[in-house]
Nanobody
Framework: VQLQASGGGLVQTGGFLRLSCAAS????????VSWFRQAPGKERMFVAA????????YYADSVKGRFTMSRDNAKNTVYLQMNSLRPEDTAVYYC???????????????????WGQGTLVTVSS
C-alpha cells in the first residue's frame, strides 16, 4: 500500500494550493483518510479528515472555512484544497488512511495505518 502526497510548494500569503494523495494497492474509499501537518520544530497535528462513510468531514479549528477536503473514488485520490493561506500554514503535510478509524479518534495519528511521505507547503509573508 502506498500513499503518494503531492501538490506542495511555495505560495504567498492569501494564495492557494491543492494537495493530492493518490493511493495504490488499496481502495481508499474503504478507509477514513486524513491530512496532518508538521511545522518546523513542532509536533505533527491533525488538519482534516473524511470518514470512510464519506458523509462526514472534520477540520481543525485553525483551517475551518479555508481548507476543504474531498475524495475522488474513481481516481483513488483524496484532495486538500487550501485557500487563504497564512504563514502559519507552513508545514510538511502528510496524508494517512486507515480502515478502522472511528469518529472518536479520527483526529489521532495512532488511528491511521498507512501514511504518505509528506509534501512541503511554504507560505511566505
Amino acid at each position: 500500500v502506498q500513499l503518494q502526497a503531492s501538490g506542495g510548494g511555495l505560495v504567498q500569503t492569501g494564495g492557494f494550493l491543492r494537495l493530492s494523495c493518490a493511493a495504490s494497492g488499496r481502495t481508499v474509499s474503504r478507509d477514513s483518510v486524513s491530512w496532518f501537518r508538521q511545522a518546523p520544530g513542532k509536533e505533527r497535528m491533525f488538519v482534516a479528515a473524511i470518514h470512510r462513510s464519506g458523509s462526514n468531514k472534520y477540520y481543525a479549528d485553525s483551517v475551518k472555512g479555508r481548507f476543504t477536503m474531498s475524495r475522488d473514488n474513481a481516481k483513488n485520490t483524496v484532495y486538500l484544497q487550501m485557500n487563504s493561506l497564512r504563514p502559519e500554514d507552513t508545514a510538511v503535510y502528510y496524508c494517512a488512511a486507515g480502515p478502522s478509524v472511528i469518529l472518536s479518534n479520527i483526529g489521532s495519528q495512532t488511528a491511521y495505518t498507512y501514511w504518505g511521505q509528506g509534501t512541503l507547503v511554504t507560505v511566505s509573508s
